[in-house]
C-alpha cells in the first residue's frame, strides 16, 4: 500500500513563483526521497534526505524533513516552465522491509510561462 | 552510457496472450523493480529482485510473473491472468549495501489492449 501522500495533487503556478509541495507518511523511515517525471517518461531522482537530517538543498531544490510529523516538503524557487512535471516522494522504511520504497500518488505542477 | 532500457516503449495484447516486456540495466546494481502507474497514479510495486534467482512479490503480483537469471536482466510477464494489464509499466534499479541509494528508472512500457 502507499504510503506517501502529496498534497496538493495539482498546483498551477507562473514562472519566476516559489512552488511548495508535500508529502506525509506512516511508518519510521531511513530516508525520503523526491523523484521527478515527465509525461510518459520514467522517473528521474532529485533529491535525497537521511533520517536525522532536517534539511537539504540541491541548485533551485530546497527539501525539509520533519520525523515528529512523519511529513517532508519540497521547495522548487524560481520556477521555469520545463519544471512543469509530476513530482513524486518515496520513502526507505527501516531495514525490515528490504530495499524496497514506497512511493506517494504524486503532485502535478503546472509552470505558465 | 550506463543506464536501464526497457523494451518495447509501446505493446499491445492480445485476449489470453503472456507477453514479456523486457528490462536491461549495465549499472552493476544489484536490486531491480517492477512498478505499474495507471493514469494520474503513483507507482505501485509489483516483483522486486535484490540478488540473482531471488525475487520477492510486491504489493500487487497477481497475475504477473518474473525471473532473474542474469544481473542485467528482469523481465516481467504480463500473464493472461492479469485482466486489466492496460498500464504504464516501469522498471528501476538500485546499488544495495547502502540503504541511503537512490532508484534509478527505464523510460517504461505502455501497454495496451488489442
Known amino acids: 500500500s502507499q504510503q506517501g501522500e502529496e498534497d496538493p495533487q495539482a498546483l498551477s503556478i507562473q514562472e519566476g513563483e516559489n512552488a511548495t509541495m508535500n508529502c506525509s507518511y506512516k511508518?519510521?523511515?531511513?530516508?525520503l526521497q523526491w523523484y521527478r517525471q515527465n509525461s510518459g517518461r520514467g522517473l528521474v531522482h532529485l533529491i535525497l534526505?537521511?533520517?536525522?537530517?532536517r534539511e537539504k538543498h540541491s541548485g533551485r531544490l530546497r527539501v525539509t524533513l520533519d520525523t515528529s510529523k512523519k511529513s517532508s516538503s519540497l521547495l522548487i524557487t524560481a520556477s521555469r516552465a520545463a519544471d512543469t512535471a509530476s513530482y513524486f516522494c518515496a520513502t526507505d522504511a527501516d531495514e525490515t522491509s528490504g530495499s524496497r520504497l514506497t512511493f506517494g500518488e504524486g503532485t502535478q505542477l503546472t509552470v505558465n510561462p | 552510457d550506463g543506464g536501464i532500457t526497457q523494451s518495447p516503449k509501446y505493446l499491445f495484447r492480445k485476449e489470453g496472450q503472456n507477453v514479456t516486456l523486457s528490462c536491461e540495466q549495465n549499472?552493476?546494481?544489484?536490486?531491480m523493480y517492477w512498478y505499474r502507474q495507471d493514469p494520474g497514479q503513483g507507482l505501485r510495486l509489483i516483483y522486486y529482485s535484490q540478488i540473482v534467482n531471488d525475487f520477492q512479490k510486491g504489493d500487487i503480483a497477481e497475475g504477473y510473473s518474473v525471473s532473474r537469471e542474469k544481473k542485467e536482466s528482469f523481465p516481467l510477464t504480463v500473464t493472461s491472468a492479469q485482466k486489466n494489464p492496460t498500464a504504464f509499466y516501469l522498471c528501476a534499479s538500485r546499488r544495495v549495501g547502502n540503504s541511503n541509494q537512490p532508484q534509478h528508472f527505464g523510460d517504461g512500457t505502455r501497454l495496451s489492449i488489442l
Open positions: 534526505i537521511r533520517s536525522n537530517e
Open positions: 511508518t519510521s523511515i531511513n530516508n
Open positions: 549499472l552493476n546494481h544489484d536490486a
